[in-house]
């Protein structure tokens, strides 16, 4: 691999660009919407009782244990509550502060073993779909994925240079990995480098990898937490180990069941808006790395013959494996969700990057470049329209039609002959542009739209001011036929256990009930009634852009509830 001097009068300058993108990317508008699905609550919530209990050991939902996911982005958002409080925008913190850290990892490996391709890297890496969506999300996904890419990149540098210092990032940063998603770091980190091993016939680079400092410092960092929480909670070993690991790769005991195909489109939207530029790149370093496993076990089949390498820089070869492996891996899981095969995409933003330095100066087919330009149109044009036809169900009329056609012709046509007129150089120009657009737009025009009608905060709010105004503060909530992450997300914002009608728990004390709306649900009203026997229901108020309904419940028999409020048409 070449290692030749990086022009350092340009780094700094370099390295401001990438900064000030991710700036924006990641950490501009963390709060504008909020918490949105089912994790992103979820996990925000764990963190905030362990951090009111000061309990560093043991995560906790509604005070019993919670033992998914280790404890890292937990601690991590502990310490974002402790410094901003508690903040749904602080529960985002430590997948943005990972992220960051993460391409500026990639920008400075890249100048030091591929100079002239820092730049690139990080800013695709910075901007790719999937990428920034999780950078924004209160979730484990990018607690793994930073700290997994770190390791394998420092594996790279030894494997490279021989100097154990690189040996210590990478069981440093799989200590890392582990104690954010468990021992699914290790093992795919383990299965990439034995393969690139194995192919190259390199076994005793395969066991020098096997470093006692570094092993050391992997079981000094990650052990001590899976000790003490089995310490103090004995089912732990069951719930994280045989049934969110073992039981999750093998069966469907969480309905997450895909098709094996499932993550070939997912790759392909998670590349956005550089995937008919990082398809070609991983076509181009696969084609070179078969015929050299080829030709290398030709040799080995007829050891007097020198068939050569075709690729002499294994770099790439590396990287394909690392791309591969974990989407082949998870394929093979009943359950798949799109953020398992998010340690997998650093390996394709990076082949992208290598592939443009490359191919600099040379021609680009111009059905790549058209097929470029189409999607960057396609991304501002369908994002124009997202808030309004998709959330809000908004009919699109001609005219706003018309609009987004003309705004998506007009990016294509920029994109497509900036491109054949000026070259590859200006690529990562007019491909961030729109990319800084889109974004701009959700969080600025989108972003009320987006909370609205996929995160509980404004539910949250609309309850506060009924209970407020009827003097009902404090009572309990409980949730019937609503989705799961309206429960989860009340349940961090009003902090508080938020009980299920769907679970039987049906509160015997006053409380308030949010519902699905009788017209999305029809005869949800005579459901609760069949539910409350004898108990006194009113119906309080609404939140229509989620088709909701709040109710009023009286307590079970006289004497255990105020009056309830008055004046409110009934709810049945």
């Given at each position: 691999?070449?290692?030749?001097?990086?022009?350092?009068?340009?780094?700094?300058?370099?390295?401001?660009?990438?900064?000030?993108?991710?700036?924006?990317?990641?950490?501009?508008?963390?709060?504008?919407?909020?918490?949105?699905?089912?994790?992103?609550?979820?996990?925000?919530?764990?963190?905030?009782?362990?951090?009111?209990?000061?309990?560093?050991?043991?995560?906790?939902?509604?005070?019993?244990?919670?033992?998914?996911?280790?404890?890292?982005?937990?601690w991590r958002?502990?310490?974002?509550?402790?410094?901003?409080?508690?903040?749904?925008?602080?529960?985002?913190?430590?997948?943005?502060?990972?992220?960051?850290?993460?391409?500026?990892?990639?920008?400075?490996?890249?100048?030091?073993?591929?100079?002239?391709?820092?730049?690139?890297?990080?800013?695709?890496?910075?901007?790719?779909?999937?990428?920034?969506?999780?950078?924004?999300?209160?979730?484990?996904?990018?607690?793994?994925?930073?700290?997994?890419?770190?390791?394998?990149?420092?594996?790279?540098?030894?494997?490279?240079?021989?100097?154990?210092?690189?040996?210590?990032?990478?069981?440093?940063?799989?200590?890392?990995?582990?104690?954010?998603?468990?021992?699914?770091?290790?093992?795919?980190?383990?299965?990439?480098?034995?393969?690139?091993?194995?192919?190259?016939?390199?076994?005793?680079?395969?066991?020098?990898?096997?470093?006692?400092?570094?092993?050391?410092?992997?079981?000094?960092?990650?052990?001590?937490?899976f000790?003490?929480?089995?310490?103090?909670?004995?089912?732990?070993?069951?719930?994280?180990?045989?049934?969110?690991?073992?039981?999750?790769?093998?069966?469907?005991?969480?309905?997450?069941?895909?098709?094996?195909?499932?993550?070939?489109?997912?790759?392909?939207?998670?590349?956005?808006?550089?995937?008919?530029?990082?398809?070609?790149?991983?076509?181009?370093?696969?084609?070179?790395c078969?015929k050299?496993?080829?030709?290398?076990?030709?040799?080995?089949?007829?050891?007097?013959?020198?068939?050569?390498?075709?690729?002499?820089?294994?770099?790439?070869?590396?990287?394909?494996?690392?791309?591969?492996?974990?989407?082949?891996?998870?394929?093979?899981?009943?359950?798949?969700?799109?953020?398992?095969?998010?340690?997998?995409?650093?390996?394709?933003?990076?082949?992208t990057?290598?592939?443009?330095?490359?191919?600099?100066?040379?021609?680009?087919?111009?059905?790549?470049?058209?097929?470029?330009?189409?999607?960057?149109?396609?991304i501002v044009?369908?994002?124009?329209?997202?808030?309004?036809?998709?959330?809000?169900?908004?009919?699109?009329?001609?005219?706003?039609?018309?609009?987004?056609?003309?705004?998506?012709?007009?990016v294509?046509?920029?994109?497509?002959f900036?491109?054949?007129?000026?070259?590859?150089?200006?690529?990562?120009?007019?491909?961030?542009?729109p990319?800084?657009?889109?974004?701009?737009?959700?969080?600025?025009?989108?972003?009320?739209?987006?909370?609205?009608?996929?995160?509980?905060?404004?539910?949250?709010?609309?309850?506060?001011?009924?209970?407020?105004?009827?003097?009902?503060?404090?009572?309990?909530?409980?949730?019937?036929?609503?989705?799961r992450?309206?429960r989860?997300?009340?349940?961090?914002?009003?902090?508080?256990?938020?009980?299920?009608?769907?679970?039987?728990?049906?509160?015997?004390?006053?409380?308030?009930?949010?519902?699905?709306?009788?017209?999305?649900?029809?005869?949800?009203?005579?459901?609760?009634?069949?539910?409350?026997?004898?108990?006194?229901?009113?119906?309080?108020?609404?939140?229509?852009?989620?088709?909701?309904?709040?109710?009023?419940?009286?307590?079970?028999?006289?004497?255990?509830?105020?009056?309830?409020?008055?004046?409110?048409?009934?709810?049945?």
């Amino acid at each position: 691999m070449t290692t030749s001097r990086p022009n350092s009068s340009r780094s700094p300058v370099e390295l401001i660009l990438v900064a000030a993108f991710c700036a924006f990317l990641f950490f501009y508008g963390l709060g504008n919407f909020g918490l949105v699905g089912p994790d992103e609550p979820r996990y925000a919530q764990v963190a905030r009782e362990m951090h009111e209990r000061n309990d560093y050991i043991t995560p906790t939902l509604n005070g019993e244990g919670w033992f998914e996911k280790p404890a890292l982005y937990y601690w991590r958002a502990m310490f974002a509550y402790e410094t901003f409080g508690v903040k749904d925008w602080a529960a985002r913190l430590p997948s943005a502060t990972f992220a960051l850290g993460m391409v500026v990892i990639i920008f400075f490996h890249m100048r030091r073993f591929r100079p002239g391709a820092q730049l690139d890297a990080a800013l695709i890496t910075a901007s790719c779909a999937a990428v920034v969506g999780f950078s924004r999300a209160a979730s484990t996904d990018m607690q793994l994925a930073a700290p997994f890419t770190v390791a394998m990149l420092g594996w790279y540098a030894w494997y490279e240079t021989r100097k154990k210092i690189w040996l210590f990032d990478l069981y440093f940063f799989l200590a890392i990995a582990t104690l954010a998603k468990g021992p699914v770091a290790p093992f795919l980190a383990g299965l990439i480098v034995l393969v690139f091993c194995y192919l190259h016939g390199e076994w005793k680079t395969a066991f020098k990898t096997l470093w006692p400092p570094g092993l050391g410092v992997f079981l000094l960092i990650s052990l001590p937490w899976f000790i003490l929480v089995q310490i103090e909670n004995p089912q732990f070993f069951r719930v994280f180990i045989l049934e969110h690991n073992l039981a999750r790769f093998s069966t469907d005991i969480f309905q997450h069941t895909k098709p094996f195909w499932y993550y070939g489109p997912i790759l392909l939207l998670a590349l956005v808006p550089w995937t008919f530029f990082a398809v070609p790149a991983v076509v181009d370093a696969f084609r070179a790395c078969f015929k050299d496993w080829r030709n290398l076990w030709a040799e080995k089949k007829d050891p007097g013959s020198d068939y050569g390498r075709i690729n002499p820089d294994p770099f790439p070869e590396f990287l394909v494996l690392w791309a591969v492996i974990p989407i082949l891996f998870f394929s093979l899981s009943q359950s798949k969700l799109p953020g398992y095969i998010l340690p997998a995409i650093a390996p394709f933003t990076i082949l992208t990057a290598d592939f443009l330095l490359r191919m600099r100066g040379k021609k680009i087919s111009r059905l790549v470049i058209a097929a470029h330009a189409a999607m960057c149109g396609m991304i501002v044009g369908f994002f124009l329209v997202f808030p309004y036809y998709f959330l809000q169900g908004i009919a699109i009329t001609g005219t706003a039609r018309l609009v987004t056609g003309l705004i998506s012709a007009t990016v294509f046509l920029m994109v497509y002959f900036v491109l054949r007129r000026l070259g590859l150089q200006y690529l990562r120009f007019v491909t961030l542009l729109p990319v800084v657009l889109v974004v701009g737009f959700i969080l600025r025009v989108a972003a009320p739209t987006v909370d609205n009608f996929y995160s509980a905060r404004p539910v949250d709010r609309a309850i506060s001011g009924l209970t407020h105004q009827l003097h009902a503060d404090g009572r309990p909530v409980a949730v019937f036929e609503v989705r799961r992450d309206i429960r989860y997300g009340l349940s961090f914002y009003r902090n508080q256990k938020i009980f299920s009608y769907n679970e039987n728990e049906v509160p015997v004390v006053e409380h308030l009930l949010v519902a699905c709306a009788e017209s999305k649900c029809p005869g949800i009203r005579k459901q609760i009634a069949q539910r409350l026997p004898g108990r006194k229901v009113v119906r309080i108020g609404d939140f229509a852009p989620q088709r909701l309904e709040f109710y009023y419940v009286e307590a079970v028999g006289p004497g255990h509830a105020a009056a309830p409020p008055q004046g409110i048409p009934p709810g049945h």
